[in-house]
């Protein structure tokens, strides 16, 4: 079979670590690129190798490194060493494209930044990811930045704390945005034959992904606050209920007819179904009395028949899951990847037409594992 992996052929170095960088070089590996993962080894490689929970029993791939280097080969360079920069340097001539997630300043220290590079192989694609920006030296961490671009005071519930998001989000929404820019520079490369340096920060990414909140306060003059899971704009949407067998359902109505569905579903009596519950901008001015009356008839369904009730007439609800109830779903399965009693989830989950994997990915790479086989 003709091979249709759509990177096959592209070569691509990782100079980077933790999420954000490696997810997106694990994008092309699952796609079929060569990515080769610079690691050093004065430091113990990638700082995830070490980020283990507490009890966890791993060698030197952790749980959270197997989050995001699958499909790599990993090997060992202190770059603060000059043999070591000539054989990175030796390297770059072979690659289309260069990843890196430096302290601003600290590339260029090493002899790997754009400028540096891009004399080596003119046709060089190197992206690069930043807390602020190439201008700014501040530290940019997930954490950080979620606080200071008003996430945290956007999550938890309105009498509780400003709360971070349980997964690096902001890491995630970077990968993303650099994923698109290398796409549209290798769409560049391919129409002209030049190389590119684009660049994405995290405090951009996350501001950019503010979305309906962002204008609530630019357009609506609003400005948003810390509602628990309830939807600032839509009711109920986002919005707990308890079902008779004590499990927790959330609730997507999206439209007045998805509402008046809901009422009959729930079989809701006529002297319940209040005017001002007519339209959704009523139901959000008045949730606080909307929701004891949802709450008082899921009571007394079970989970199971009610969310038939609900799949039945096309009104958008769901269990509240744990991670593991969640990973056991069919579909869920389908995005799992599994090499050598590994486990992980894959960072493209598109089906394409135009793409077929002819093997497995490998799993993540021990520290320095092939070494002998790049010919360092």
Request: hydrophobic fraction near 40%.
């Amino acid at each position: 079979m003709q091979n249709k992996e759509m990177f096959s052929g592209l070569r691509v170095l990782e100079l980077a670590s933790v999420l954000a960088g490696p997810s997106v070089c694990q994008f092309f590996a699952e796609l079929g690129a060569e990515v080769i993962k610079v690691e050093n080894p004065a430091t113990g490689g990638d700082v995830t190798r070490s980020w283990k929970g507490a009890g966890e029993q791993t060698d030197d791939r952790s749980a959270y490194f197997c989050a995001c280097n699958w499909g790599k080969q990993s090997v060992t360079l202190d770059l603060t060493q000059a043999d070591d920069r000539s054989r990175l340097h030796r390297m770059v001539g072979k690659m289309d494209v260069v990843i890196a997630s430096y302290k601003p300043g600290d590339a260029e220290k090493l002899g790997v930044a754009y400028d540096q590079l891009r004399a080596i192989n003119p046709k060089l694609i190197y992206g690069q990811i930043t807390g602020y920006g190439s201008q700014d030296d501040r530290v940019g961490y997930d954490a950080v930045i979620q606080a200071e671009a008003g996430f945290m005071d956007l999550n938890g519930e309105p009498d509780g704390p400003p709360t971070k998001m349980p997964v690096a989000l902001i890491d995630l929404l970077a990968a993303h945005q650099l994923k698109e820019a290398l796409l549209l520079a290798l769409l560049h490369r391919e129409r002209t034959g030049e190389g590119a340096f684009v660049e994405v920060s995290l405090l951009q990414a996350a501001v950019a992904s503010l979305a309906n909140q962002a204008t609530n306060w630019l357009v609506a003059g609003k400005l948003p606050t810390r509602q628990g899971s309830a939807h600032p704009n839509i009711a109920p949407y986002g919005d707990l209920f308890v079902t008779g067998d004590g499990k927790r359902i959330l609730l997507a109505v999206g439209s007045d007819r998805q509402f008046g569905e809901l009422l009959n579903v729930l079989h809701v009596a006529a002297d319940e179904r209040l005017p001002e519950f007519a339209t959704n901008a009523q139901r959000v001015q008045h949730r606080a009395r909307l929701n004891p009356i949802l709450q008082k008839y899921m009571a007394g369904l079970a989970a199971d028949e009610l969310l038939a009730r609900l799949q039945a007439r096309k009104i958008p609800a769901g269990l509240v899951q744990n991670v593991r109830e969640a990973l056991a779903a069919d579909e869920a399965r389908k995005t799992l990847l599994g090499e050598r009693g590994l486990q992980a989830v894959r960072q493209l989950v598109a089906q394409l037409s135009f793409h077929e994997s002819s093997k497995p990915l490998s799993p993540p790479p021990h520290l320095g594992e092939h070494n002998q086989v790049v010919g360092l």
